[in-house]
């Protein structure tokens, strides 16, 4: 769930089933043994490490961006087994410096990097106490990023565009393929990825950057970090908070209904607000409307467009554009008129702006020694990649082909019935780790009752990604040391489209200021980015 704050398209965290599904392919399964602490092996030397910064190269590198590396051990049991680079970059803090404020902004997959070079904007306030630090965590962008294999057809099942659910043991086939495929393009990064490896992560950079306590952003996936960092280092947390807060409970089989749900809520409001408009290309009729966008994925998806740079645009393809465009209500106007374009003229061009994909840039394989890749040579399906990848790493549940055969037709049932659009691209979602070692059930056992300093968690009523009882469930699961901001506004994470939260949150950041438990912002449509130009 990757939280653009420069109100590009997002990237959804991938999903699977509802209830339905954890009764049906939940029942029965071998649940992995819980991580249990191990003797700890010697990090010193990773701990005793300083950054050393320089000026980010790249053409579309801000001049005041500053960029560095941070070695960690590539496996925390065995750390002379080998080590990885992790890219950094930072502004520098214009203020008296406190140390710094380290931001994630999603995915999982989600490069940290590009993603602060081209918002730095909404963070320019943070640099009056902080120094603002990003990163590219293990296996995504310049950090020895994982791939499945640019323009692989096996891969790209995986994404749930293309999947054919009406052969099941044909589509487990080629999910097994592609986990096949993963494994031997990404390298051995791919055995150790995941979030609770990544929190350990945090650390080392918290200490290389010299500070006695981690002080955080993190935005939609980069809550579930933050969260994870929090139950295994209680002691360092500082100032954290946690923006669009995922689930730390529901498996991939719960969070697919949810999300399925969310998406169709979103695409309602859309719906809502294109038929007052006369561009809209449904027209004025509301309900007409919802059944024109349910039709045309279907047509789409047994007539598939032919594309001038070859392949084809099915459904599924649509509804993924779609759902990239429903994340921010800034976009609806973008998609009001790609969708004119593909109705009236089929001209697939703008809904395509909305997806993922591309050309794939040159690759030179993995780096040596776990060294930085060239931003030119970070694969182009890394984002897709790594969500996968990540997630795998953090669910523990693994149906059998027998199991998933069986229920294929009732879970399609439910999830058709959660959304009539989004239903069919969720449910082959749920498949995407089939052919994956087990996850750790570390965070659904043990990321709970944590003892730390002040957490501030804000969840919005309307975002389509997560949802905002995940806000209520996960702060009761970490206990009193969470503090909910309720943020009664629409999209994506709140901190780049509401100043209410904005404000909020820069003074606990600041100043340690933390609202009532509780307390809400309003929807007053106040945008951050429209305000502060207003100010100046």
């Given at each position: 769930?990757?939280?653009?704050?420069?109100?590009?398209?997002?990237?959804?965290?991938?999903?699977?089933?509802?209830?339905?599904?954890?009764?049906?392919?939940?029942?029965?399964?071998?649940?992995?043994?819980?991580?249990?602490?191990?003797?700890?092996?010697?990090?010193?030397?990773?701990?005793?490490?300083?950054?050393?910064?320089?000026?980010?190269?790249?053409?579309?590198?801000?001049?005041?961006?500053?960029?560095?590396?941070?070695?960690?051990?590539?496996?925390?049991?065995?750390?002379?087994?080998?080590?990885?680079?992790?890219?950094?970059?930072?502004?520098?803090?214009?203020?008296?410096?406190?140390?710094?404020?380290?931001?994630?902004?999603?995915?999982?997959?989600?490069?940290?990097?590009?993603?602060?070079?081209?918002?730095?904007?909404?963070?320019?306030?943070?640099?009056?106490?902080?120094?603002?630090?990003?990163?590219?965590?293990?296996?995504?962008?310049?950090?020895?990023?994982?791939?499945?294999?640019?323009?692989?057809?096996?891969?790209a099942v995986a994404t749930g565009a293309h999947a054919d659910l009406a052969h099941p043991r044909a589509l487990l086939t080629k999910l097994r393929k592609a986990a096949d495929d993963c494994a031997r393009h990404s390298g051995p990064v791919l055995q150790h990825i995941g979030t609770v490896n990544a929190s350990r992560d945090l650390d080392v950079i918290r200490q290389a950057l010299g500070d006695k306590k981690l002080n955080y952003l993190g935005f939609s996936y980069g809550t579930r970090l933050g969260a994870v960092y929090a139950a295994q280092f209680p002691d360092k947390v500082g100032r954290l908070v946690?923006?669009?807060?995922?689930?730390?409970?529901?498996?991939?089989?719960?969070?697919?209904?949810?999300?399925?749900?969310?998406?169709?809520?979103?695409?309602?409001?859309?719906?809502?607000?294109?038929?007052?408009?006369?561009?809209?290309?449904?027209?004025?009729?509301?309900?007409?409307?919802?059944?024109?966008?349910?039709?045309?994925?279907?047509?789409?998806?047994?007539?598939?467009?032919?594309?001038?740079?070859?392949?084809?645009?099915?459904?599924?393809?649509?509804?993924?554009?779609?759902?990239?465009?429903?994340?921010?209500?800034?976009?609806?106007?973008?998609?009001?008129?790609?969708?004119?374009?593909?109705?009236?003229?089929?001209?697939?061009?703008?809904?395509?702006?909305?997806?993922?994909?591309?050309?794939?840039?040159?690759?030179?394989?993995?780096?040596?020694?776990?060294?930085?890749?060239?931003?030119?040579?970070?694969?182009?399906?890394?984002?897709?990649?790594?969500?996968?990848?990540?997630?795998?790493?953090?669910?523990?549940?693994?149906?059998?082909?027998?199991?998933?055969?069986?229920?294929?037709?009732?879970?399609?049932?439910?999830?058709?019935?959660?959304?009539?659009?989004?239903?069919?691209?969720?449910?082959?979602?749920?498949?995407?780790?089939?052919?994956?070692?087990?996850?750790?059930?570390?965070?659904?056992?043990?990321?709970?009752?944590?003892?730390?300093?002040?957490?501030?968690?804000?969840?919005?009523?309307?975002?389509?990604?997560?949802?905002?009882?995940?806000?209520?469930?996960?702060?009761?699961?970490?206990?009193?040391?969470?503090?909910?901001?309720?943020?009664?506004?629409?999209?994506?994470?709140?901190?780049?489209?509401?100043?209410?939260?904005?404000?909020?949150?820069?003074?606990?950041?600041?100043?340690?200021?933390?609202?009532?438990?509780?307390?809400?912002?309003?929807?007053?449509?106040?945008?951050?980015?429209?305000?502060?130009?207003?100010?100046?």
């Amino acid at each position: 769930m990757l939280a653009k704050l420069s109100r590009r398209p997002a990237v959804r965290r991938c999903a699977g089933a509802g209830a339905l599904a954890l009764a049906l392919l939940g029942a029965g399964l071998p649940r992995a043994g819980a991580d249990r602490p191990q003797p700890q092996p010697d990090l010193s030397r990773f701990y005793r490490q300083k950054v050393t910064w320089a000026a980010c190269k790249g053409p579309d590198m801000p001049e005041d961006l500053q960029c560095a590396k941070v070695t960690v051990p590539l496996d925390y049991a065995r750390p002379r087994a080998g080590t990885l680079d992790l890219a950094l970059a930072r502004y520098r803090a214009t203020g008296t410096p406190r140390g710094s404020v380290l931001l994630n902004f999603g995915g999982p997959g989600g490069a940290g990097i590009p993603e602060l070079a081209s918002g730095s904007k909404e963070f320019m306030d943070l640099t009056n106490g902080y120094d603002v630090v990003t990163f590219d965590p293990r296996g995504v962008g310049r950090s020895s990023p994982v791939s499945c294999g640019e323009g692989g057809d096996d891969a790209a099942v995986a994404t749930g565009a293309h999947a054919d659910l009406a052969h099941p043991r044909a589509l487990l086939t080629k999910l097994r393929k592609a986990a096949d495929d993963c494994a031997r393009h990404s390298g051995p990064v791919l055995q150790h990825i995941g979030t609770v490896n990544a929190s350990r992560d945090l650390d080392v950079i918290r200490q290389a950057l010299g500070d006695k306590k981690l002080n955080y952003l993190g935005f939609s996936y980069g809550t579930r970090l933050g969260a994870v960092y929090a139950a295994q280092f209680p002691d360092k947390v500082g100032r954290l908070v946690l923006d669009g807060v995922d689930t730390l409970t529901e498996p991939l089989s719960e969070q697919g209904v949810a999300g399925a749900q969310g998406e169709q809520t979103a695409l309602d409001d859309f719906l809502d607000w294109c038929t007052t408009d006369v561009a809209c290309p449904f027209g004025r009729d509301r309900r007409a409307a919802g059944d024109q966008v349910t039709g045309l994925v279907h047509s789409l998806d047994e007539n598939p467009l032919p594309m001038d740079f070859g392949g084809t645009f099915s459904g599924q393809d649509l509804v993924g554009a779609i759902g990239q465009a429903l994340y921010s209500r800034d976009l609806w106007p973008a998609l009001e008129r790609a969708l004119a374009s593909l109705t009236e003229d089929g001209d697939t061009r703008g809904v395509l702006n909305f997806a993922d994909g591309g050309a794939a840039p040159p690759r030179q394989g993995q780096p040596k020694n776990g060294g930085l890749v060239d931003p030119q040579n970070v694969p182009s399906d890394n984002l897709a990649s790594a969500l996968m990848a990540v997630n795998c790493a953090d669910d523990p549940d693994r149906p059998d082909a027998d199991r998933i055969t069986k229920d294929l037709r009732s879970l399609r049932s439910a999830y058709e019935k959660a959304s009539p659009v989004f239903g069919r691209y969720r449910l082959t979602q749920l498949l995407m780790c089939y052919g994956w070692p087990k996850g750790t059930d570390f965070i659904r056992d043990r990321v709970k009752d944590v003892h730390s300093a002040k957490m501030l968690l804000v969840g919005t009523r309307g975002d389509p990604a997560t949802p905002y009882r995940w806000t209520v469930e996960t702060a009761a699961r970490l206990g009193p040391s969470a503090v909910v901001l309720d943020n009664k506004g629409d999209g994506h994470t709140a901190y780049g489209s509401s100043k209410c939260v904005h404000r909020k949150v820069d003074d606990f950041l600041l100043y340690g200021t933390l609202p009532p438990s509780g307390s809400s912002c309003p929807a007053d449509g106040d945008d951050w980015s429209s305000s502060a130009n207003t100010a100046g």
